[in-house]
């Protein structure tokens, strides 16, 4: 059932998006992260969030890095194909970055957004969901941590 749940929830953070860059001094930063681990379905999966802001906390730019690592191929091929899904929507978006690897006993995808520079539009046509996205086309860094928070993950 976890499993399921976190099948659901991986997407989910993907989409509520993801970036980096080398940080600018004017920037700020959020960390958060999440981590589970399941011993009888044999996974562990870390999820972790970097938001950087500026002085009027809307969130410049992102990066999120979701691992999952198991023994089961299947498993691993499930995440491999679901963290490929996603990055096939927002596939052309420039300044959405999202790169998916599996190496070993460990599928990886890593996404950054530069909220300075894509285009929002698109983004909300990807998600239906303009809910995150001011009216200037900003995201406020109160928006994401709560969207963060209430996927699970903990933010410092």
């Known amino acids: 059932m976890k499993k399921n749940k976190l099948l659901i929830i991986i997407p989910i953070l993907l989409l509520i998006f993801v970036t980096g860059c080398s940080t600018n001094k004017k920037e700020k930063k959020l ?4 981590n589970v681990e399941n011993e009888n379905e044999n ?5 972790e969030r970097v938001a950087y802001y500026d002085k009027n906390k809307n969130v410049t730019r992102t990066v ?3 691992i999952v690592e198991s023994t089961d191929y299947n498993t691993l091929d499930t995440y491999e194909k679901q963290f490929n899904s ?6 052309g978006i420039k300044y959405y ?9 460990k ?3 890593v996404t950054k957004v ?3 520079k894509v285009d929002t539009n698109a983004l909300i046509k990807v998600t239906n969901n303009n809910n995150f996205f ?3 086309g900003t995201l406020k860094l109160s928006t994401l941590k709560k969207s963060y928070e209430d996927s699970g993950l903990t933010c410092k």
Do not use: F, H, P, R
């Open 43 to 47: 996974y562990k999966i870390s999820l």
């Open 31 to 34: 960390e958060c992260s999440l």
């Open 114 to 116: 530069d909220y300075t």
């Open 64 to 66: 999120s890095n979701d």
């Open 97 to 105: 970055d999202v790169t998916v690897s599996q190496n070993g006993n």
């Open 134 to 136: 001011e009216k200037d």
């Open 86 to 91: 996603v990055k096939n929507m927002y596939k």
């Open 107 to 109: 599928v990886e995808a």
